[in-house]
């Protein structure tokens, strides 16, 4: 299960470094010899992409893992630049290929968590804190901040206050509170311009337990969400009423605690299983608008992917920024 409580509150302090990596940084460029779980495609479909969770790593089109570093990790991003942006829970690192640490950015010190980390367009990044002092950071690259945005999470449970925020196009912030049971668009100043329901009656009500985790803004203005334990992905409009869900029902069980997710050029979409526990069953999983499940990524060794990137499908690059 991914919803977890933090056990070990620790002060940390915001540092940014251009360094080579220490010890606990450690990274393996080299693939191994053995494909890493594998590919199930009837048409063929093949991806490479980066997970997160309880392995930080990319998988190659072939199942064989081409780059991985230690220590569970939440958020993840592959640059233009072909580095690797990871949030690792207390720090926000950005690897090389060749493992050489080149952006570092540390919890404050009145915070417990930290979840998001993204490159913005201008090449800030944008970190999320949870703690006594939920909010947004844009940090620059020698790490002063340059924009504070309080949250309103529902909840001074650091753990469950929020998951993946991403910046949108006008400005504004998308931000899922699990226990407020809403995805929230904010301004820069924190002030809540919209809310969408994940607790709708329709969904299942609060017992459901649709608790909403990745908040996909699509270019149409609808939004797609994954809703962690309530086992569905559903799109809303832009009035928050549902045009499209998916969950156990279409997907054979395939839906266990989705976490990431990733909406494809196809419009098909990439699905996490985080808490899939069946050695038989997909950990990650594409299904399309149609409802049908067209490629897997089966792992029995691996639990508990938290966010996806993919990269490549059939040795083409996915075009367009990743919709995740």
């Keep these: 299960m991914a919803i977890t409580s933090p056990t070990h509150p620790i ?18 460029p080299t693939a191994p010899k053995a494909p890493f779980g594998k590919q199930v495609s009837k048409s063929g479909i093949r991806h490479s992409f980066l997970i997160t969770g309880t392995k930080t790593a990319i998988i190659g089109e072939d ?9 569970r990790s939440r958020d993840g991003f592959v640059l233009s630049n072909g580095n690797i942006l990871v949030s690792h829970g207390k720090e926000a690192r950005e690897y090389t290929r060749a493992g050489k640490v080149v952006f570092r950015y540390r919890l404050s010190k009145e915070n417990k968590e930290l979840g998001t980390a993204v490159r913005l367009p201008n090449g800030n990044t944008l970190v999320v804190e949870r703690g006594v002092k939920p909010r947004l950071r844009e940090v620059d690259a020698k790490g002063k901040v340059l924009v504070e945005v309080p949250l309103q999470p529902d909840s001074d449970n650091a753990h469950m206050q929020t998951r993946m925020a991403r910046k949108l196009p006008d400005g504004n912030y998308l931000v899922p509170h699990l226990l407020g049971f809403a995805v929230k668009k904010y301004d820069k100043t924190g002030k809540v311009l919209r809310i969408i329901r994940t607790d709708l009656e329709e969904l299942g009500g609060r017992k459901g337990e649709n608790w909403p985790f990745t908040a996909i803004q699509l270019a149409n203005g609808r939004t797609l969400v994954n809703l962690t334990h309530g086992n569905k992905t559903v799109e809303f409009d832009q009035e928050g009423k549902i045009v499209w869900r998916v969950d156990n029902s279409h997907a054979d069980g395939r839906f266990s605690d989705p976490c990431g997710a990733q909406r494809m050029p196809s419009g098909n979409t ?3 299983a985080y808490g899939q526990r069946k050695p038989e069953m997909a950990k990650v999983f594409e299904i399309t608008r149609e409802k049908k499940v067209v490629w897997e990524y089966i792992n029995p060794k691996l639990r508990g992917i938290h966010e996806i990137h993919v990269l490549t499908t059939n040795g083409k690059k996915v075009a367009g920024k990743p919709l995740k």
């Design 11 to 28: 002060t940390w302090i915001l540092l940014v470094t251009a360094s080579v990596c220490h010890a606990q940084d450690a990274v393996t």
């Design 270 to 272: 990439v699905i996490c």
């Design 63 to 71: 199942s064989r893992i081409v780059w991985q570093t230690q220590g």
